[in-house]
Nanobody, 125 residues
């Protein structure tokens, strides 16, 4: 059973930066594709960024491309989301997800098996 724990969320002013971390345990991290999703109040959960086990990445181009960067450290069993130039509309609960069956083409899917509990990101305008 894989467990995912997000951290790094908080309150930041517009234009600021945050780095989210997601620590995984209980599985073979290096074989999992990882995704970051977010959910704002009253909205559906949406894909933000994903990275395959081999390092291939994908972003939601419309909302975060050029501002967010996903990376992973297999030695630390951790995936990161560096968020720069934050906007008020980035306010949401951010979740990380893991699945060994997810490939680059399906990174945006919500069909990940394992999910973290989420971390709140609030951007003040």
């Amino acid at each position: 059973q894989v467990q995912l724990v997000e951290s790094g969320g908080g309150l930041v002013q517009a234009g600021g930066s945050l780095r989210l971390s997601c620590a995984a345990s209980g599985g073979t991290f290096s074989s999992y594709s990882m995704g970051w999703f977010r959910q704002a109040p009253g909205k559906e959960r949406e894909f933000v960024a994903g990275i395959t086990w081999s390092g291939g990445t994908k972003y939601d181009a419309d909302s975060v491309k050029g501002r967010f960067t996903i990376s992973r450290d297999n030695a630390k069993n951790t995936v990161y989301l560096q968020m720069n130039s934050l906007k008020h509309e980035d306010t949401a609960v951010y979740y990380c997800a893991a699945d060994p069956r997810i490939v680059w083409a399906t990174l945006t899917s919500t069909r990940y098996t394992y999910w973290g509990q989420g971390t709140q990101v609030t951007v003040s305008s």
